[in-house]
Every structure is written in C-alpha cells, then in structure tokens.
C-alpha cells in the first residue's frame, strides 16, 4: 500500500467552485507539505505544516487554505477557484534531522482543471 | 528568496552519459537533492549530497558541487531508457524547507 495517497486523483471544477484536496500518510512523519506543480516552474511550496499544532504559508499561498486534522491527515482547499489554479497538486511528508531524515516522500499527485 | 535553476530539457542517446545541470543562489544551503519524477507519479528521492562534500557516486549516479560557482550536476553514465524521467535538483536550506529547481526532462532515444 502507498505510504502517501492523494484523493482525488483528477478532478474537474468550475471557477467559484470549493474544491478540497485530500492527503493521509502512513510513515508517521510529523510534516507535510502542499506543492503545487507547473511546466516549467517546477514545484512550489503552498502550505507546510511541521506538526498539529503547526501550519506555516509557503510561496504561493494566497487563495488556498489548508487544515492539519491529524498528525497523518492534511488537507488543501481552493475557497473559490480560478482556472490559473489550474495544475498539478502534490502532497508531501518528511521526517526531521539530517539529508536522510528529512527527505521528502511524495504522494501520487491531484490533477486539478478549473474551466 | 531561494532560486534554483535548471535546463528544462535534454536529449541522450541509449549508452551515453546524461548530465543535468543545477544553479542555486541560497549560501546557507546544508545539503541538496535530486529527485526523479516518472510520467504519472509524484517525485522520488534519487540521491543527496551535503554542502560540505565536491562529489558523491552512488552505482550509475554521480553528483558533483562546486560550492563557490553554486552549482551541482548530475551525471548518469550509461543511460537507460527506463531513465527518461523528469529530474528536480532541490535545496535544503537554513529555514528547513527545500526550495525546488524547474525541473529537467531527459529523454533518452534508443
């Protein structure tokens, strides 16, 4: 079974619609993290959180909101989605303490189209 | 903030070596990744190096840091086909996040 699963998987919205993005985890990581990804940029960060109690803004917050509802569940939300929203969503865990520890394992990805 | 940069494409031949190039600006980084992405699938975590080594092999990968000129690369002798991916150098800096390049597409002709 995979350790970091995403649902959905694809998933087609219309502008102004609440669409949420799901992430669980089974490697008992304390962080997690909202990428979102787009040709030619890379990934960039959108939300991370390094425990419960913990969320922090990354790059590109700005019109996504996130909720950590347990140490292996976090959440992403578009409260009113635009079509440059458009792409596609990673989640991901980490552990902490040195390049081993602290690599990231990343879910299969949530392609998301707003028209 | 961090900028990490890459080729965005590169083309090999079956058997030749690859080499992926990454620039980054960020002097506080502690160490740095290459991760591989296959078509339909999040990333993996190919190999790492820490900021204080030049070179790191690792079987068929070879990573190289010029610390000075901020520049890492990734060499991959004898490419395979099944080595046709997308490659992200990425950095883990001082503030505990890695900050991800744009990402190299290999393709590897047969």
């Known amino acids: 079974d995979a350790d970091v699963t995403q649902t959905p998987r694809n998933r087609i919205t219309k502008t102004g619609k609440r669409i949420m993005l799901e992430c669980s985890q089974t490697k008992g990581h304390d962080r997690m993290y909202w990428y979102r990804q787009d040709p030619g940029l890379g990934l960039r960060l959108i939300y991370y959180s390094f425990d419960v109690k913990d969320i922090n803004k990354g790059e590109i917050s700005d019109g996504y909101s996130v909720s950590r509802q347990a140490q292996a569940k976090f959440s992403l939300s578009l409260e009113s989605a635009i079509p440059n929203q458009t792409a596609l969503y990673f989640c991901?865990?980490?552990?902490?303490?040195?390049?081993?520890?602290?690599?990231?394992?990343f879910g299969p990805g949530t392609r998301l189209t707003v028209l | 903030g961090e900028d990490v940069e890459q080729s965005l494409f590169l083309s090999v031949r079956e058997g030749d070596s690859s080499v992926i190039n990454c620039t980054y600006t960020d002097s506080s980084s502690t160490y740095l990744y290459w991760y591989k992405q296959e078509p339909g699938a999040g990333l993996q975590l190919l190999t790492y190096?820490?900021?204080?080594?030049d070179m790191k092999q690792d079987q068929r990968l070879t990573v190289l840091l010029n610390k000075k000129d901020k520049h890492l690369s990734l060499r991959i002798a004898d490419t395979q086909t099944g080595d046709s991916a997308i490659y992200f150098c990425?950095?883990?800096?001082?503030?505990?996040?890695?900050?991800f390049g744009t990402g190299t597409r290999l393709t590897v002709i047969p």
């Open positions: 990425a950095d883990h800096t001082g503030a505990n996040n890695l900050f």
């Open positions: 190096i820490f900021s204080n080594m």
């Open positions: 991901a865990t980490s552990g902490t303490g040195g390049p081993v520890r602290n690599e990231q394992f």
